[in-house]
């Protein structure tokens, strides 16, 4: 059973590029977060997606950003003009049913950088 | 809100010795759960130890096991018999087990093992 799949693991963007990171679930999983790492701090959660539907998208900048998880295929965060201070480490990670499952499966992470 | 602190942003220990490393929250939710997770230099997140907010016996999963308690709030991680691949960040995370389930993380302790 494969992990949890994220691409690119690195992504260059220039500023005012857009940048799209792809985060696969698990297998049987359907629920996904997304959390931000800027160097050396811990994981700040951004938000929390189930099929087709955002649950909450508390920890998401107001501006610039959103997520999808389309009913096929997998879950996106997306960044639009991007700028220096969206350097960062990207990850997501997924649950089997997000209410009941204690654990959260993390995937490697996407590292940003924007030059 | 929910707060995880790790006050202690570098440790040192000798090979073979244990070591503890330190985790404080502070939730207004009854039921929640403690996690640790290790990052090495290669970037990912590797899950540790749980330990549910009802259990009564700390968690232990071989070298690693927690000091929970309670009343003070603190969820420490002792790692015994310390290897030199257990130099990482160590990061305390807490997740409520109601609304979205979304992790909170602490900011990190950056462990080195000497030889």
């Known amino acids: 059973n494969a992990g949890v799949m994220q691409n690119p693991r690195h992504l260059v963007r220039r500023r005012g590029q857009e940048a799209r990171l792809r985060c696969s679930p698990m297998?049987?999983?359907?629920?996904v977060y997304w959390y931000r790492q800027l160097p050396e701090e811990g994981l700040k959660f951004m938000v929390y997606l189930q099929k087709e539907n955002i649950i909450d998208e508390s920890g998401m900048p107001k501006e610039r950003f959103s997520a999808e998880f389309p009913k096929e295929g997998p879950s996106i965060l997306r960044i639009q003009q991007v700028v220096r201070g969206d350097s960062a480490a990207y990850f997501c990670?997924?649950?089997?049913?997000?209410?009941?499952?204690?654990?959260?499966?993390f995937g490697p992470g996407t590292r940003l950088t924007v030059t | 809100a929910q707060k995880i602190t790790q006050t202690q942003p570098g440790m040192f220990v000798q090979e073979k010795e244990a070591v503890t490393l330190d985790c404080t929250y502070d939730t207004s939710d009854p039921s929640y759960g403690l996690f640790w997770y290790k990052q090495p230099s290669s970037g990912e997140m590797i899950f540790l130890i749980y330990?549910?907010?009802?259990?009564?016996q700390n968690a232990t999963e071989g070298r690693y096991s927690l000091n929970f308690q309670k009343a003070r709030k603190s969820a420490n991680l002792v790692i015994s018999a310390s290897q030199l691949g257990d130099s990482a960040m160590y990061f305390c995370?807490?997740?409520?087990?109601?609304?979205?389930?979304?992790?909170?993380f602490g900011t990190g302790t950056r462990l080195k093992v000497l030889a």
């Open positions: 297998k049987g999983h359907s629920h």
């Open positions: 995370a807490m997740r409520a087990n109601s609304g979205t389930y979304k992790y909170i």
């Open positions: 330990q549910g907010s009802y259990d009564q």
């Open positions: 990670a997924s649950s089997p049913t997000g209410a009941s499952s204690y654990e959260q499966y």
